[in-house]
């Protein structure tokens, strides 16, 4: 079965309600604001015209390639890989500064995404499309827990700082009500575990289905002929 770990395997344990904060890796998609003086624009927008705004009229993305490295307008490239998004925010006003009045950047990643394994069922990409969504929330986006899905034996695995992490997730567990409010982190891996092996006789079962289904309409034709 996909992503299975021992009986005596060591998960690590995660807090519900604990954030951690992103770090931007290659091929994260980038958007960004530079507003000039010191945000003046975001603060006071309905009193004045004439602070210029970059990105504001358009939306525009910028790609971090496999160096961890970003091309951005005015200021070329940029070292964004493992920053989080306030630490890369910070570097790009600094390197801003040296064209514009008082920049302030916002900066987001728009392609964070969580991927679920639903039991033997397809994976599911789910955009984490608001900050700080939990298990339960990205469970509902990819579907629910199946009718074959042990809701007691989901894995969430990450890559934490020392190495990949899995931990392992109870639903069904009324002594931990905040267990569903565990926040999903980018590129999270969810596993749900099957009560259903993924054994040749189950992936064969569709075939038999579809052959004791053709038989039951031959002997239907016989007997309407006879």
Known sequence: ?????????????????????????????????????????????????????????????????????????????????????????????????????????????????????????????????EENMTLMEVLGAAGGVPATGKAYEIKIIRQGREGVEISKVNLRDDSDLEIGNIIVQANDIVVIESTLENTPLTQLAPVFALITSAVAVYALLINTRN
């Open 1 to 129: 079965m996909l992503f299975r770990s021992g009986k005596d395997y060591d998960y690590t344990e995660i807090e519900p309600n604990v954030t951690g904060e992103y770090r931007i890796a290659p091929g994260d998609k980038l958007e960004m604001q530079v507003y000039t003086n010191d945000a003046y624009k975001l603060v006071d927008a309905g009193l004045s015209g004439t602070e210029q705004v970059l990105g504001a009229a358009q939306t525009l993305t910028y790609l971090v390639d496999f160096n961890g490295v970003s091309r951005f307008p005015l200021i070329d490239t940029v070292t964004v890989r493992g920053l989080t998004v306030l630490e890369a925010a910070r570097v790009l006003e600094e390197r801003y500064d040296d064209h514009l009045v008082q920049p302030f950047v916002q900066l987001r990643v728009t392609n964070r995404r969580a991927v679920v394994h639903r039991g033997n069922d397809q994976g599911v990409v789910v955009p984490l499309t």
